[in-house]
């Protein structure tokens, strides 16, 4: 009977994830070297290949596909695992790994953290800030023992519990001419630039959803990979946005910018929180959930 290394096999999801040696290594903490006969080592253990050479390029055997979700499925109980005997310990620690996409993460969650910090000062928390699918694809991999996201885009692997409502709302430079003209038509915006988010973007997803409904077909002239980004190109002039409105509270204060009611035209999106369904939530993890939804 082959027995397989638990860290063997949280390895080879990294490379499985990667198909790069080398930055596969980066993230396990290891060698490039160490790497490579780990998965020699694994593959003669299970006397198949797990990976094949494509030119230049690494990619899974049909082995190493079959193996993947096995591999992540005995890294997410060994991990629940853990967390159980951790809890013998009461909140008196433990490792919180979570997951947010880009305006949960870089507007809420950091307050939610605080919060939870002063609650239960020994436990250390990891906040990794990302786009919604890969948010949602990192929990299923359980690299995040649960993640906030501004849309669900996974299938049926995941739980999806609500959060909170974002508004995204439509921001103009202050001397623009639309700042001076509120609210306005929809049809007002069809000779505007726009500075969309990157594809893969929650935020992208529902104003493109809501501007097709709307048969608003805008030239897009620049995209951005986070809502920082976004408002320095808006307060530049390269164009006007839609933007989480919890993304611009000081902008809006020190009146950079300007907020624009469009009529017809509102566009809200559901934040969430979600985790693996056959993930085992610590309780700091359910603590932690609780403080995110009272204290929104």
């Known amino acids: 009977m082959t027995v397989m290394d638990v860290r063997d096999l949280q ?17 396990v903490n290891l060698s490039q070297p160490s790497v490579s006969v780990r998965m020699r080592e694994l593959e003669r253990d299970l006397g198949t290949r797990l990976f094949e050479q494509l030119g230049k390029k690494i990619a899974l ?3 190493g596909q079959l193996l993947a979700p ?19 310990q009461g909140l008196e620690r433990g ?3 979570i997951g947010a996409s880009t305006t949960p993460g870089m507007y ?22 990302q786009d919604t699918r890969q948010i949602e694809d990192g929990v299923i991999r359980n690299e995040f023992d649960f993640g906030f996201v501004g849309g669900h885009l996974a299938g049926d692997e995941v739980e ?10 439509l921001v103009v430079p202050s001397n623009h001419v639309l700042a001076r003209e509120r609210p306005v038509n929809v049809a007002d915006l069809r000779k505007e630039r726009f500075i969309l988010r990157e594809s893969g973007s929650a935020t992208r997803a529902a ?6 409904k709307s048969d608003l077909d805008v030239e897009t002239v620049m995209e951005m990979e986070n809502p920082e980004s976004v408002k320095k190109a808006v307060q530049s002039g390269l164009g006007i946005a839609f933007i989480s409105k919890f993304a611009v509270e ?9 907020v624009v009611r469009v009529r017809g035209l509102d566009i809200r999106r559901e934040l969430k929180i979600v985790y693996r369904k056959d993930k085992h939530l610590s309780r700091a993890a359910q603590a932690f959930i609780e403080i995110a939804r009272n204290n929104k």
């Open 250 to 258: 000081t902008e809006l204060k020190a009146k950079t910018l300007v």
């Open 61 to 63: 055997t049909e082995a």
């Open 70 to 88: 096995h591999a992540t499925r005995i890294i997410a109980a060994m991990s629940d695992a853990r967390q159980a005997i951790d809890e013998l």
């Open 108 to 129: 809420l969650i950091p307050r939610t953290v605080a919060h939870f910090k002063r609650q239960y000062p020994k436990i250390e928390v990891h906040l990794a800030v």
């Open 95 to 97: 490792l919180l790994r």
């Open 207 to 212: 104003v493109v959803s809501h501007l097709q």
């Open 160 to 169: 999806v519990l609500p959060w909170m409502t974002d508004h995204l709302v």
């Open 11 to 27: 390895v080879f999801l990294s490379v499985a994830k990667h198909l790069n040696y080398t930055r596969a290594a980066e993230e």
